[in-house]
């Protein structure tokens, strides 16, 4: 179904006809494919599985799958981060939050039954690959395999730009990175008094503690 | 050479299969997934057109867009271990509280 969207778009064979891009297997198509095929499974599997951890792991390889695919684009820094950031902080947070709650799901779908899901997700998938395939067709005229500069999308240059002309973003979303950490305290801290001084543990249901 | 519309398309496909993770799924670990997804979706085609247009300032607009992403989720996360300690459970379907 994949291969079909792809290759049944106008805009696609459009940029065939022109001669103006490679049409055959070149070495950056076969790791293009082979990349878009990790990122896909990675994410099939991520929003179908019913124990948490297999999903938060199918989820990591999604990202590196994602992480060199911005290699391919050139954006190494993006790509670094991206391992950093999504795979290394943001899943670690995950999984010990899965560790936490502890527990499979006893029925993971809202719908019941394989036929409503398929009747349900299919043209919803379909519905929204068009869609947003149809603004795509209109915007990408562009070529993304070129040889570029080689200094674009290095440390040096996305730094540049976002500590002259995008300074205030930066600093504002050092601001959110503090109001998240401090939010996330206090939402998800114990406010019973003997458990938010660590004497007691979550499960104990009296507050003695002291004598052992 | 491969076109950018590969890269776009291949965004929209992930955005979809994230939607489609936080609309079918109950559990809200999953459906915090399927929201990473739809935001990586974002950034590769924010990185595509900057590849494309040969600038770098969207790889600053997704670098801003990644550390949003992960205040959202470890907020997120906080709120769900906070529900689940009154709750003892993560089915979303179960949070009727506000109700009428």
């Keep these: ?212 | 050479m491969i076109p950018a519309s590969d890269f776009l398309i291949f965004a929209a496909i992930l955005f979809a299969i994230g939607t489609l993770g936080a609309i079918l799924r109950r559990n809200a670990l999953i459906v915090l997934m399927s929201v990473e997804l739809m935001l990586n979706a974002a950034n590769l085609t924010l990185v595509a057109f900057g590849r494309v247009h040969q600038d770098v300032k969207s790889h600053a607009f997704a670098f801003i867009v990644m550390a949003v992403a992960a205040a959202e989720a470890a907020v997120g996360l906080a709120i769900v271990v906070g529900v689940f300690r009154s709750k003892r459970s993560v089915n979303i379907d179960e949070l009727t509280a506000l109700k009428h």
């Design chain 1, 1 to 212: 179904m994949v291969t079909g969207a792809f290759y049944s778009l106008a805009p696609a064979m459009a940029e065939f006809a022109t001669n103006k891009v490679d049409k055959g297997f070149s070495t950056e198509r076969v790791f293009f494919w082979a990349f878009a095929l990790l990122v896909l499974a990675g994410a099939t599997m991520t929003v179908t599985r019913r124990n948490n951890i297999s999903a938060v792991m199918s989820l990591v390889g999604t990202f590196f799958g994602l992480a060199a695919m911005y290699a391919m684009l050139q954006a190494h820094f993006l790509a670094a981060l991206q391992v950093l950031v999504y795979a290394g902080a943001i899943m670690v947070l995950f999984t010990f939050v899965v560790m936490v709650l502890n527990r499979d799901e006893a029925e993971p779908w809202a719908f019941h039954g394989v036929f409503s899901k398929l009747a349900i997700g299919v043209p919803a998938l379909g519905y929204l690959v068009v869609k947003i395939a149809g603004y795509v067709g209109e915007a990408a005229e562009g070529d993304a395999g070129s040889a570029s500069r080689a200094d674009f999308g290095t440390v040096a240059a996305v730094g540049k730009i976002l500590f002259t002309d995008y300074l205030f973003a930066f600093e504002a979303v050092s601001i959110l990175l503090l109001i998240a950490v401090i939010a996330a305290v206090v939402v998800a801290r114990s406010h019973k008094p003997d458990e938010a001084e660590g004497l007691t543990l979550p499960t104990e249901p009296s507050g003695h503690s002291e004598h052992h």
